[in-house]
Every structure is written in C-alpha cells, then in structure tokens.
C-alpha cells in the first residue's frame, strides 16, 4: 500500500538553528499538508500546499516556516530559526484531492527537540 | 473555528464493545473522520461520514448526525492491539479542506 514517507525521524537541534523536514507524499496525490502534534496535546494543522503554492496555513505557520516542493517528489518544512516550543512531532500528510471524501494520509512523523 | 470534544479516557475489556463519542460545533461541515494514533505514530485512517447515518467497517463502525453535531467510533470485540488514541477529526466549510482534530480518546484494553 503506498505511503508517505519522512525523514528525519528524529532530530535533536539547538535553538536558533535552521531546520528541514523532508516528506515524500503518495505519489499520485496532489494536495499536501503539514501538521503537527506538541506532546501529550491534539494533533494541529499548519499549512497546505497545492499547485506549487500554500493553499491555507494557520496562526502556527508565521515567518520562521516555510514550505517547498523542490522537485516532482518531495515536500519540505523548513523552520528558519527554531524554538523550544518548536519541540513536537511533525506530521506530513496527503490526499489525492480535496473533495469532502478525499482522505487524508499521514506519514510516521518526525520527531524534533529543540535543546 | 471548530470546536470539537471527545471523552479523554476509556477502559473497556478484551471482547467487548466500547463507543467513543465526538461532538462538534463547527461554522461549516464538510465530512466528519476518525483516525487511529498508537502512541509515537502516525494516525491512521479509520472512516468518515458526511451523510447522516452508520458507516459499518468490520469491527468498527462510525455514526453520524449532523443536526445534533454528533458522531461515534463502535469498536467491537475488543483486541489488545486495539489499545490506542482515536482522534475524531473534522472538515471545514466547502473552501476549507484541512482536518481540524480533537484532543482524541485514549482507550485501554484490559484482559
């Protein structure tokens, strides 16, 4: 079944430091998310990504995120300067389209801490 | 915005049935979904609804009913491997495609 698949799975980074997820989406979707989950809290929306451009994005996603899909297969989150509270587990998700039905698919997450 | 509140904690045991209920008060509904999350992992697709009604899915089956901004997850005949967090996860408006999710129900399955 296919799947999305991210890297790093882990990473520890100090604050200040520049860092980038990467996420390889289901290969015949098109619209791509980013969400993320703080330990122990709810699972939280940051932006969507269609078309080359960001189709939505939340109070969370302000200047020190930002999103690109620098070749026909991946899809990354960069955070320009990191913070403390950046720690959480970052979820790339995917669906083939937006229509009400169309499923969400999440990959195994990356986990940052931010020391 | 959305608003959406599902119970924190269940216990139920090996064998047996547990429903887990989700309310929502959204300023727009498009599909209503519930996932599964074991801890340390990604939450995994287990159904949606957008017609008011059951949708029946093997041993787990999800309701729905708009007017009264409910829905519930039944999981029956309880398996250990079951024990996980089920997050109901909702859809905006028309124009608004991302999922908006609850802080999830964490259900532990005894023998």
């Known amino acids: 079944e296919p799947e999305v698949t991210q890297t790093p799975s882990h990473q520890v980074t100090q604050m200040g430091q520049e860092v980038i997820l990467r996420c390889v989406p289901i290969?015949?979707?098109?619209?791509f998310y980013w969400y993320r989950q703080i330990l122990g809290q709810k699972v939280e929306f940051l932006v969507s990504f269609y078309n080359n451009e960001i189709s939505e994005k939340s109070e969370i996603f302000d200047d020190q995120f930002s999103v690109e899909r620098p070749d026909g297969s991946n899809f990354t989150l960069k955070i320009r300067s990191t913070k403390l509270e950046d720690s959480a587990m970052y979820f790339c998700?995917?669906?083939?389209?937006?229509?009400?039905?169309?499923?969400?698919?999440f990959g195994e997450g990356s986990w940052l801490t931010v020391v | 915005g959305q608003n959406i509140d599902q119970p924190t904690e269940m216990t139920a045991t090996e064998g047996a049935i547990v429903q887990i209920n989700c309310t929502y008060q959204t300023s727009g509904f498009n599909g209503l979904f519930w996932y599964q999350q074991h801890a340390g992992e990604a939450p995994t697709f287990l159904s949606y609804?957008?017609?008011?009604g059951l949708e029946e899915k093997g041993r787990f089956s999800s309701f729905l009913s708009r007017s009264k901004g409910y829905s519930y997850l039944l999981l029956k005949e309880l398996q250990m491997k079951d024990s996980a967090s089920y997050l109901c996860?909702?859809?905006?408006?028309?124009?608004?495609?991302?999922?908006?999710f609850g802080a999830g129900t964490t259900v532990t399955v005894r023998a």
């Open positions: 998700a995917s669906s083939e389209a937006r229509g009400s039905g169309n499923t969400i698919y």
């Open positions: 609804n957008v017609l008011d």
């Open positions: 996860a909702v859809r905006g408006p028309l124009n608004d495609y991302k999922l908006s």
């Open positions: 290969s015949n979707h098109l619209y």
